[in-house]
C-alpha cells in the first residue's frame, strides 16, 4: 500500500522538542514530543533521533521544517544568533545535521507559532497579523500583507523589546523599560517585592482581591495595552493573537486589556484591530514549521553581521 505525502514540522523548545506530521491540506496525522535535555551539549543529536523514528514508522517526509529560539539567517540555514541555553543551535545547519538532501528551512519559534496560527489557527486566512506571546519573557511577530516580517538580521518581530517606560533600566537586550519586563514571568519577583513567584499567583491573588496585587497586575496589562496599540500603528493588523502562559488567564487579562485599547487605540472610522487568544497551544510552532518547510524560498545567505551590512 501506498503510504501518503506528509510533511514534518519540528519545533524545538529548551524543555521539549515538539513534531507533527501533516498532510499540505493541514490535516495533522500525528503530535510527537520528547524532552530536548537542554542540559546536554548533545541535545541535537535527540531532536536527529526522534525525527528518524518518525520515518522510520511512517516513511521519508516529503518536506521538513525547523523552528528554534534565535535569529534566523535569511536564507534559512540555521539560527544565525543565540545565546544562553539551546546556544548549540547558533550556526547549526539542520540540512546538513540531518543528512537531508531536500533544503530543511529553519524559522524562529515565535515567526513559527505565527505561521501556525495563520495557516490553521486563530488569524486563519488573515495577511496582516501581530503575535505576542506572554511567558517567561515576552515573544513576537508580524506578518505583513502576507508576508512574515524578517528584516535586516531576523530581528523583525521581537516585539518584547520595544520600550514602554524609557525612563527604566535596560533589558536582556538593553531595551530600556521593554514589555518583556513590564509582564514577563522573569521579573514578576522584582515587580512584586518578592511577593509572588509566578504571574499565575499574582492573577489569582487579583482575582481574590487582594489590592496590591490587583495594581501590579493592571499596571502590567496597561503596560502590554500601550505597547500593543503603539505597534498597531507600526503594523496595521487586522488580527492581534496573544498567546504563551499568561494567555491562559482568559478574562482576567483581555477584560482590561481592551479596556485600556479602548482608550489607546487609533481607530479610524471605528474599525479596530481584533484582539484574539492564540488557538492552537503548544503545536503552534511545529505546525509553522511544517508549513515552513512546505512554503520556503531561499534569499541570500548571510555568514556574519559584516556580511549583513554589505
Not at 501533516?22 to 536527529?48: E, F, K, M
Not at 539567517?73 to 539560527?79: E, N, Q, W, Y
Not at 523583525?156 to 521593554?178: K, Q
Request: net charge neutral.
Amino acid at each position: 500500500m501506498t503510504r501518503p505525502a506528509y510533511a514534518l514540522g519540528c519545533d524545538i523548545g529548551v524543555t521539549n522538542v515538539k513534531v507533527v506530521r501533516v498532510i499540505a491540506a493541514g490535516q495533522v496525522l500525528s503530535r510527537h514530543t520528547a524532552d530536548t535535555r537542554a542540559a546536554s551539549p548533545d541535545w541535537p543529536d535527540g531532536v536527529r533521533r526522534l525525527l528518524r523514528q518518525i520515518e522510520d514508522e511512517h516513511g521519508p517526509a516529503s518536506s521538513l521544517g525547523v523552528a528554534a529560539p534565535g535569529l534566523a539567517a535569511p536564507d534559512g540555514s540555521c539560527i544565525f544568533w543565540m545565546q544562553g541555553r539551546l546556544g548549540e543551535v547558533q550556526g547549526l545547519n539542520w540540512t546538513e545535521f540531518l543528512g537531508r538532501s531536500n533544503f530543511v528551512p529553519v524559522v524562529n519559534d515565535a515567526q513559527a507559532a505565527l505561521l501556525g496560527e495563520v495557516w490553521q489557527g486563530a488569524a486563519r486566512a488573515s495577511r496582516n497579523v501581530m503575535l505576542l506571546t506572554l511567558g517567561t519573557g515576552v515573544g513576537g511577530a508580524l506578518m505583513v500583507d502576507g508576508r512574515l516580517l524578517r528584516g535586516h538580521l531576523g530581528r523583525a518581530g521581537h516585539l518584547g523589546h520595544v520600550t514602554v517606560d524609557a525612563d527604566a533600566t535596560g533589558d536582556i537586550v538593553s531595551t530600556p523599560g521593554s514589555l518583556e519586563d513590564m509582564i514577563g514571568n522573569c521579573t514578576i519577583d522584582r515587580r512584586t517585592g518578592g511577593r509572588f513567584k509566578s504571574t499565575h499567583d499574582l492573577i489569582a491573588a487579583h482575582l481574590a482581591g487582594d489590592a496590591e496585587a490587583s495594581r501590579v497586575w493592571l499596571r502590567s496589562v496597561h503596560h502590554l495595552a500601550a505597547a500593543v496599540a503603539s505597534l498597531i500603528n507600526v503594523a496595521d493588523p487586522e488580527v492581534v493573537i496573544i498567546g504563551g502562559g499568561i494567555a491562559r488567564s482568559g478574562s482576567a487579562l483581555f477584560d482590561p486589556l481592551n479596556e485600556a485599547l479602548e482608550k489607546f487605540e487609533w481607530r479610524p472610522h471605528g474599525r479596530r484591530a481584533r484582539v484574539v487568544p492564540a488557538a492552537l497551544g503548544e503545536y503552534a510552532g511545529a505546525l509553522g514549521a511544517a508549513w515552513n518547510g512546505l512554503h520556503f524560498t531561499r534569499a541570500k545567505p548571510i555568514s556574519s553581521v559584516d556580511d549583513a551590512s554589505e
